[in-house]
């Protein structure tokens, strides 16, 4: 599903890249890679309830898309991108697979597997795919946390508005 995102222009645009070759420990790496990220960009460590929800819900939402291309993509993904403008984190996955991801309908909350788009499509304000490179890429937008506003030149946090 593709909804647009929010937010306003870079304060400074920031890209980090993973290469991801097969799916063997692609899901752990992926989360340590983000939360690093996230450390650096100051959604981490969270000084309240609500920054370190949507730090969380990120992590969660990088393991879904990234566990969803080691189930469902010959290979594997093949690279994770997070890209930090100060205002909207966009994450993408990228895959060797041309097929499109799709919610599956809803098969009750007991039964295990096929939650993980519906996970993304509930916390992401945004996300969709297109194709790459023969494959596809997987993206999801969120907002910048409650109380972060827009980085200074310094990618310092500012008091809230």
């Not at 093949?78 to 930090?84: G, I, M, N, P, V």
């Not at 984190?89 to 895959?95: F, K, Y």
């Amino acid at each position: 599903m593709d909804r647009p995102g929010n937010g306003g222009p870079p304060s400074r645009d920031q890209t980090r890249r993973l290469v991801l070759e097969g799916s063997a420990g692609a899901v752990q790496r992926s989360r340590e890679f983000s939360r690093r990220a996230l450390v650096s960009w100051h959604w981490l460590p969270a000084p309240d309830e609500d920054r370190r929800a949507a730090a969380e819900d990120v992590l969660l939402m990088v393991s879904e898309l990234v566990t969803n291309a080691c189930l469902h993509a010959s290979g594997g993904p093949r690279e994770l991108r997070l890209h930090w403008d100060g205002a909207r984190l966009r994450v993408e996955v990228a895959d060797a697979s041309p097929v499109p991801p799709r919610l599956r309908p809803f098969a009750g909350a007991g039964r295990p597997g096929g939650h993980g788009l519906r996970v993304v499509d509930r916390l992401a304000d945004a996300w969709g795919f297109r194709p790459d490179d023969g494959g596809k890429l997987v993206w999801l937008e969120v907002p910048r946390p409650p109380a972060l506003t827009a980085a200074g030149s310094d990618g310092e946090p500012q008091a809230p508005e």
